[in-house]
């Protein structure tokens, strides 16, 4: 496996990541004890147009910058590792599990999802305490849940119109 970004790497993961500083910086759905964003809807989108390591980078970056920009700097590094790690395993359901198949993606960002909830209900705890982290958790689920509803149809979409064929990376 190539381990070097070329340029094109690197511009793709940039809009990507851009995109998905917009999806969770500016797309936000008031709910109870705060907002929920559409973020993660990019994050799996990512995934599925340039792969694990192109889409970890993205949504890791991009939802970083969205914390940094938005006040939240005490979450910049967790949220970086966090949403790279729930890109990494949709990713490798993806393309290594269920080797690319049409709703391959689903049981990926199913699971990378709720490894998402747990790690930050989990981060929560040392930050503030554990009845703040379970008080947050409906929240991050219905977030998570919102991003892969999305994501499903807005991926649907792009396949039946032939888009994400064309639009797609293919995992080195």
Known sequence: MDRNFTTKDITVTSIAAALVFVMTFFFKIPAPGG???????????????????????????GAALADA?????????????????????????????????????????IVGGAVQVLLYTLIKIPMYDLEYALIRLPGNIMQTGTGIVIAAALIAVLDKSGVLGRLRFREK
């Not at 907002?35 to 970056?61: E, K, N």
């Open 35 to 61: 907002y929920t964003h559409l973020g993660d809807c990019m994050i799996f989108i990512a995934v599925m147009l340039l792969g694990t390591r192109r889409g970890a980078f993205a949504g890791g970056i």
């Open 69 to 109: 920009l938005g006040g939240y700097t005490h979450y910049i590094l967790p949220t970086f590792f966090i949403k790279a790690i729930m890109a990494v395993i949709m990713g490798v359901f993806t393309y290594k599990i269920f080797n690319d198949k049409k709703w391959g993606w689903l049981p990926g960002a």
